[in-house]
């Protein structure tokens, strides 16, 4: 029997309720990172009116979650202010390519910290798994670089430690840990956003 839509409708209901029920369960789990949430937005804050850079990175679909937040912020979130200076390190494939070819994978973040960063930035690293070893390096760099330091993952342990500041979706699916952070990363533009058309 070819399978068809009407044969598969009932299993596509199924996936449909039980995947909007834990987003909603995930959602409601966010309010516990409230305070973590609003130092974050702090982080941003300081860095960006200090003159800082805020520097994204990851890998797969933590890369288009750090390319999301860079476009949020040096374009606009829903209303237009002025630029903010915000570099995702995933997005030039002729540095990601050099750096993979002659110096390994590993260092494709932290050797654009090393070039890039001063002590006034900020680098947001994303890693649903909590063991990229290129986002780690690129926290170990920041360090170094006296620079602050935020990552956005998941349930796992470890990685937070790597970092100033750790902001842990209750997780360890991919899929929802990364609405986590998309939700998180959208509060947090539409405070930045806000704070900015205030000063104006």
């Known amino acids: 029997m070819l399978l068809s839509y009407e044969n598969f409708e ?3 209901d199924f996936i449909l309720k039980s995947r909007l029920s834990s987003h909603e369960e995930m959602s409601l789990q966010l309010k516990n990172l409230d305070r973590d949430i609003l ?3 702090n982080m941003c804050l300081v860095t960006l009116t200090g003159g800082g850079t805020i520097f994204t990175a990851g890998n797969g679909g933590s890369a288009a979650d750090a390319q999301h937040f860079a476009a949020e912020l040096i374009g606009r979130y829903s209303r237009t202010r002025d630029p903010l200076s915000a570099i995702c390190l995933n997005t030039d494939p002729s540095v990601i390519t050099c750096i993979s070819n002659d110096f390994g994978y590993s260092e494709i973040f932290s050797r654009q910290i090393m070039g890039l960063g001063k002590s006034s930035d900020l680098f947001v690293g994303f890693t649903t798994s909590g063991k990229s070893e290129n986002v780690t390096k690129a926290l170990k760099a920041a360090h170094e670089k006296n620079m602050k330091s935020a990552v956005l993952t998941g349930a796992h342990e470890g990685i937070e430690f ?7 979706i209750p997780s360890v699916q991919t899929a929802a840990i990364q609405e986590g952070h998309t939700i ?3 509060i947090v533009s ?3 956003e806000q ?5 104006e």
């Open 10 to 12: 009932p299993k596509a």
């Open 184 to 186: 998180i990363l959208h």
């Open 39 to 41: 130092k974050f937005f």
């Open 190 to 192: 539409e405070m930045i």
């Open 162 to 168: 790597l970092a100033d500041l750790a902001l842990r």
């Open 195 to 199: 704070f900015y058309l205030e000063k």
